[in-house]
């Protein structure tokens, strides 16, 4: 009986490592996602709002996400971040939950805003942490019936936190930039669940074993100039923030086109 007890143990405890390991790991060829991006502590920082009192703030950015910004699932969560959280582009896609400080005029609860556009000067300028958010997201940070009196004050003091990026069942995707050719292939990243930031990009061509480092040449846009390129191709992503990787096997067809976007079949934990 103790041996049958022994042994029934340690199959629970193989059954639980097995399932823990599927928890992190998913499906495909996606690790790492035992990291959380998720930041626990607040940070002070000071917020704006830009474009129309109920827009959506930013007319693309910098990030390159075009019209993206204007549809769900980052329609009115959207925001400019100052230098020192853009790092460069680096920062495009990562996630913030931001709330204003003053209770006599701002929820308790936090908005959560995407990266995706700076702001380079003025009250974002001298290595402040800064957002200037769009005015639906502002507006969101009052109390039901005065997110037009919360934008009338202008300059706000905040406190954000890091917080893992969620769109709601989309998968990873890749667009095509315009302009990409078999001699310079271009891509930008779309929805990119977790860290929501990138800092290494590789691409395979088919029929090939080799794994070729991709340039970040701004926002979240990538590039890669050797040539002639040969299609399909595989797309490995590695986040900057806890370093997660994801590889999407040959999610750019052999007839890929410029301006078009193709979608994986997976995303991180």
Known sequence: MAGSSSSSAACAVLLASLVCAACLFGSGEASGAAHRVVDPEWHPATATWYGSAEGDGSDGGACGY???VDVVPMKARVGAVSP???KSGEGCGACYKVRCLDRGICSRRAVTVIVTDECPGGVCAGGRTHFDLSGAAFGRLAVAG????????????VV???T?????GKNIA????EGSTSFWLSLLVEFEDGDGDIGSMQLKQANSAQWQDMQHIWGATWSLTPGPLVGPFSVRLTTLTSKQTLTAQDVIPKNWAPKATYTSRLNFA
């Open 84 to 86: 020192v959280l853009f």
């Open 174 to 177: 890749f667009h095509v930039n």
């Open 164 to 168: 893992a990026c969620r769109y709601g």
């Open 146 to 157: 005065a997110g037009g009196q919360l934008r009338n004050r202008g300059e706000i003091n």
């Open 160 to 162: 954000f936190r890091r």
């Open 66 to 68: 075009g019209t993206l």
